[in-house]
T-cell receptor, first 115, second 112 residues
Framework: AQTVTQSQPEMSVQEAETVTLSCTYD???????LFWYKQPPSRQMILVIR??????QNATENRFSVNFQKAAKSFSLKISDSQLGDTAMYFC????????????FGEGTQLTVNP | NAGVTQTPKFQVLKTGQSMTLQCAQD?????MSWYRQDPGMGLRLIHY???????DQGEVPNGYNVSRSTTEDFPLRLLSAAPSQTSVYFC???????????FGSGTRLTVV
C-alpha cells in the first residue's frame, strides 16, 4: 500500500516571501502521479499542481512549482510571492498509474500567510 | 458548468438512521469517488467508480454503500449511522486515469 507523509503540520510565511511545503511518499510503483491540493477555509478542495512520475521536468503553475525527486520519493511544493489568499490547508496526494482512480492523501500542512 | 454538486451541505442524524448523500457531475467524467475527511487524517477513500455500473471499495468502506446507474450520479448511502461516521464527506470526479479530481463542496455530517 502507498503512504504519503507530510511532516509539517503547520507553517507560516510573510506576504511576498517564498515557502516550501514537504511531502514524501512510499511506493514500489514506477508509474504514478502526484498532486498538491489546496483547501481554504471555504472547505473547497482545489487542485494546485500535478506531476507525472515519468516526466523529469518539474511541474509549474504560475507562482506554484514542485521539486520532484523520484529516487528520494520526495515531492515538495514551493509557493513564490506568497499572498494572503494562499492561506489554506495543503494536501499532497499520490495516484497509481495503473489504477488511475484512487488518491492517497497525506495528513495536510496548514499554511498561514501573514501580512 | 456546475461541476460536482453535493447535497445536502449539512446534516444531523441520529444513531441508527439511514440517509443518502447525493453527488452529481455534469462534466461527463467516468471516474467518481467518495472521501471522508477527519481532523489530522487527511482524506480517506470510501468507495469509487470507474464508470456506470462499476464500483469498488476504498480504504474505509464499512457502513457505506454506493451504486452508479448513470455517468452523472454517484450517491453514497449510510445504512445505519454511527457517531464514528461524523465527518466531512467529499465527492469527486475525474475524466480519466491519472488526471486530477474535481471535488464537490462537501457535506458536513454529524451523527448524535
Amino acid at each position: 500500500a502507498q503512504t504519503v507523509t507530510q511532516s509539517q503540520p503547520e507553517m507560516s510565511v510573510q506576504e511576498a516571501e517564498t515557502v516550501t511545503l514537504s511531502c514524501t511518499y512510499d511506493t514500489s510503483e514506477n508509474n504514478y502521479y502526484l498532486f498538491w491540493y489546496k483547501q481554504p477555509p471555504s472547505r473547497q478542495m482545489i487542485l494546485v499542481i500535478r506531476q507525472e512520475a515519468y516526466k523529469q521536468q518539474n511541474a509549474t503553475e504560475n507562482r506554484f512549482s514542485v521539486n520532484f525527486q523520484k529516487a528520494a520519493k520526495s515531492f515538495s511544493l514551493k509557493i513564490s510571492d506568497s499572498q494572503l489568499g494562499d492561506t489554506a490547508m495543503y494536501f499532497c496526494a499520490f495516484m497509481k498509474g495503473t489504477s488511475g482512480s484512487r488518491l492517497t492523501f497525506g495528513e495536510g500542512t496548514q499554511l498561514t500567510v501573514n501580512p | 458548468n456546475a461541476g460536482v454538486t453535493q447535497t445536502p451541505k449539512f446534516q444531523v442524524l441520529k444513531t441508527g438512521q439511514s440517509m443518502t448523500l447525493q453527488c452529481a457531475q455534469d462534466m461527463n467524467h467516468e471516474y467518481m469517488s467518495w472521501y471522508r475527511q477527519d481532523p489530522g487524517m487527511g482524506l480517506r477513500l470510501i468507495h469509487y467508480s470507474v464508470g456506470a455500473g462499476i464500483t469498488d471499495q476504498g480504504e474505509v468502506p464499512n457502513g457505506y454503500n454506493v451504486s452508479r446507474s448513470t455517468t452523472e450520479d454517484f450517491p453514497l448511502r449510510l445504512l445505519s449511522a454511527a457517531p464514528s461516521q461524523t465527518s466531512v464527506y467529499f465527492c469527486a470526479s475525474s475524466r480519466r486515469a491519472g488526471y486530477g479530481y474535481t471535488f464537490g463542496s462537501g457535506t458536513r455530517l454529524t451523527v448524535v
